[in-house]
């Protein structure tokens, strides 16, 4: 290989946040950046979303164990990444959290589908008292988050993100659903010497600076109602909408035919539902042959959808980051969450370089997701993460 495809680009911000991403490096490069990078600063931990077109979890995980045996570490399997440079497919970003200003602990929970919402939300609660024991304050939940990097086609990122939230007693909870590069298949979860898949990869984090969660979705309901009238809520798979096949009636809700149906017109027209007062995405996955639609998010008899148009994802996202900027002042770095139904929305709109252009100017990185968690709420179609604020003057 050309040494130049080893190329790694790196960025250090003012709190000392360093990020690593490549679209073209190898592994073994990956790894020995990370290690190089993360003992010359010292990091609390390192976040590691990676492209399984390039790049094998385990490969990763016993590199690691060789070039930094005493690194901590988290991370999973993508469908595209969010780089300093803008948006990038089949790479890596990997984020080095500074021990200056983070303190972390981590709990994996394996086959968590399997655990039971009782069993997740004691160990969540037993995981939370003793990282706040080891703070040293356990009444002051200042600068305190929780990140949760999930297999993406478990079908059970909502019960699991409402169990979790249950033993965080309100520790404020962000959560991105690992990816495969759509070929929905099997995704992985990676931390500390682990090497998992059907799990949850919860992180307690302490951050001295400033910081607040976020998230942003950009579509506003119409007047077409889709109500789910046949479904298998184990398989998140729709049969039909209004008592008609569902990719017919979803196709005349939003004019087109079954034929014209794809990746692109999923993610540009959307359903919502209305829950407490705001909508939530329900994003579609796929087409079925049998003319069914398998979604992303939890799907029941009953429920009643709404198809919704877009109020532009630029100026959606731009809003919302700057009512960010209001609350903590100027942002270092932002991470977390971008849906992959709203890159495929982006390309089908050919909007892609202009929101490119936004994370790149409002210092956002992360990945595409399967789906994001919020607090207690599993949502698709979201940007959905943490922004932190500038470290004081000296």
Same mark, same amino acid.
């Given at each position: ?7 790694? =680009? ?8 360093? +990020?690593? *991403? ?26 590691? *979303? ?50 200056? *200003?983070? &303190? ?31 703070? /040293?304050?356990?009444?002051? =939940? ?17 019960? +699991? ?17 690992? /990816? ?16 998992? %898949? #059907? ?25 077409? =109602? ?17 008592? &008609? ?27 919502? +539902? ?27 008899? /009953? ?6 148009? #877009? &109020?532009?994802?630029?100026? #959606? ?5 700057? &009512?960010?900027?209001?609350?903590? /002042? ?25 929101? %490119? ?18 607090? #207690? ?15 004081? =003057?000296?």
């Amino acid at each position: 290989m050309d040494a130049s495809a080893n190329t790694i =680009k790196t960025q250090r911000y003012a709190s000392g946040v360093q +990020v690593l *991403w490549s679209d073209t490096a190898d592994t073994i490069s990956l790894c020995q950046s990370i290690a190089t990078h993360s003992s010359s600063e010292e990091s609390a931990l390192a976040i590691i *979303w990676f492209s399984p077109t390039r790049h094998q979890a385990a490969d990763i995980v016993s590199q690691l164990a060789v070039l930094a045996p005493s690194l901590t570490f988290c991370g999973c399997s993508t469908s595209g990444e969010v780089t300093p440079d803008g948006m990038q497919e089949h790479g890596f970003v990997v984020i080095l959290l500074p021990a200056l *200003w983070f &303190e972390v602990m981590t709990l994996v929970m394996d086959n968590v589908a399997a655990l039971g919402m009782e069993t997740i939300a004691r160990l969540t609660s037993d995981t939370r008292n003793q990282f706040l024991l080891e703070l /040293g304050n356990p009444d002051d =939940k200042r600068g305190l988050f929780a990140m949760n990097l999930i297999d993406g086609l478990s079908y059970s990122e909502e019960t +699991v993100t409402v169990a979790i939230d249950r033993g965080l007693e309100g520790i404020p909870l962000i959560g991105g659903s690992a /990816g495969d590069d759509l070929h929905f298949q099997s995704t992985s979860q990676i931390s500390n010497g682990q090497v998992l %898949s #059907s799990a949850s990869v919860l992180t307690l984090i302490h951050c001295r600076l400033p910081c607040q969660i976020f998230t942003n979705n950009n579509f506003v309901p119409t007047e077409h =109602k889709l109500v789910v009238t046949e479904a298998d809520p184990d398989l998140r798979r729709v049969s039909e909408f209004n008592a &008609e096949p569902a990719a017919i009636a979803y196709a005349n809700a939003i004019g087109m035919s079954t034929e014209e149906l794809n990746a692109g017109s999923f993610a540009s027209y959307s359903v919502i +539902v209305r829950f407490g007062g705001r909508y939530y995405c329900r994003a579609i996955q796929q087409l079925n042959d049998d003319q069914s639609l398998t979604f992303f998010c939890a799907i029941d008899n /009953g429920l009643v959808l709404t198809v919704a148009r #877009s &109020e532009g994802m630029v100026a #959606s996202s731009r809003k919302a980051i700057e &009512e960010v900027e209001t609350e903590i /002042g100027a942002i270092d770095l932002m991470f977390g969450f971008d849906c992959i139904a709203r890159k495929l929305d982006a390309r089908n709109r050919q909007t892609t370089h202009r929101i %490119s252009s936004l994370y790149r100017e409002k210092r956002f990185v992360g990945f595409n997701a399967y789906g994001e968690q919020l607090n #207690s709420l599993h949502d698709n179609q979201t940007i959905t993460g943490i922004a932190i604020g500038v470290p004081p =003057k000296p």
